[in-house]
């Protein structure tokens, strides 16, 4: 397993700019999280996939953010119209199986910052 | 909703010397976890406890789940200069639709040399 990557690892873009991020779990991992992490703070749940399926999506998930995982593989996170308040790590994650002794393997991060 | 808060939020502690860091909720969890995070990097999983009282030890480190499954703690013995990092516990719910972590609000250690 090469683990989880994120691409990219930083961005820095100007307030009511579009983003995204792009992650890629472990090869056959078919359950895929999404996390937010502030300065700080632990991480908070975004979203969630099960395979292409998009299973439970968090209330901080505002309109402006939209996640896909087409074909099951890798999954991309947009932001549109970017604010200030959206700087933060975002934080990808993938499993193999659930459970309760399920590991998520967590990928390093796209620190974004919105000017 | 589910919270988790530890204490303390940070700790400076010398080389050599013992510490404990707490993580509480008024929330029944069916597992807990310990991640410790690093600087520009995500978290790395450290243990899984899942029985109320489970005490699991990983090396230097001993790590408890309370009796309820509402708390748990992180010991570390004889810090070294390597254990410093942000120490993250996060409670699991198994039997939703998803496994999704709440984690705790983040223990920031310093191990002095």
């Known amino acids: 397993d090469t683990g989880v990557s994120q691409d990219p690892r930083h961005k820095i873009t100007k307030r009511g700019q579009n983003v995204t991020f792009r992650c890629d779990p472990i090869?056959?991992?078919?359950?895929l999280y999404w996390y937010r992490q502030t300065l700080g703070q632990g991480p908070e749940f975004l979203t969630y996939?099960?395979?292409?399926?998009?299973?439970?999506k968090s209330r901080l998930l505002s309109d402006r953010f939209s996640a896909e995982r087409p074909k099951g593989s890798f999954s991309t996170l947009e932001i549109q119209r970017t604010e200030q308040g959206d700087s933060a790590m975002y934080l990808c994650?993938?499993?193999?199986?659930?459970?309760?002794?399920?590991?998520?393997?967590f990928g390093p991060g796209t620190r974004l910052l919105v000017l | 909703t589910q919270l988790l808060e530890q204490s303390p939020q940070f700790l400076s502690i010398q080389e050599g010397e013992n510490l404990t860091v707490y993580c509480n909720s008024s929330?029944?969890?069916?597992?807990l976890q310990w991640y410790r995070q690093e600087p520009g990097e995500g978290p790395v999983l450290l243990v899984t406890?899942?029985?109320?009282?489970e005490v699991k030890k990983l090396k230097r480190l001993t790590f408890q789940f309370g009796d309820a499954r509402k708390d748990s703690s992180l010991h570390i013995t004889a810090a070294q200069p390597g254990d410093t990092g942000l120490y993250l516990c996060?409670?699991?719910?198994?039997?939703?639709?998803?496994?999704?972590?709440?984690f705790g609000t983040g223990t920031l250690l310093a191990v002095q040399p």
């Open positions: 090869s056959e991992h078919n359950r």
């Open positions: 996939f099960q395979n292409e399926a998009q299973l439970e």
């Open positions: 406890v899942v029985t109320g009282g």
């Open positions: 929330s029944v969890f069916s597992s």
């Open positions: 994650a993938s499993s193999s199986a659930g459970g309760l002794l399920e590991t998520q393997y």
């Open positions: 996060a409670g699991g719910n198994y039997g939703g639709a998803t496994n999704k972590l709440i």
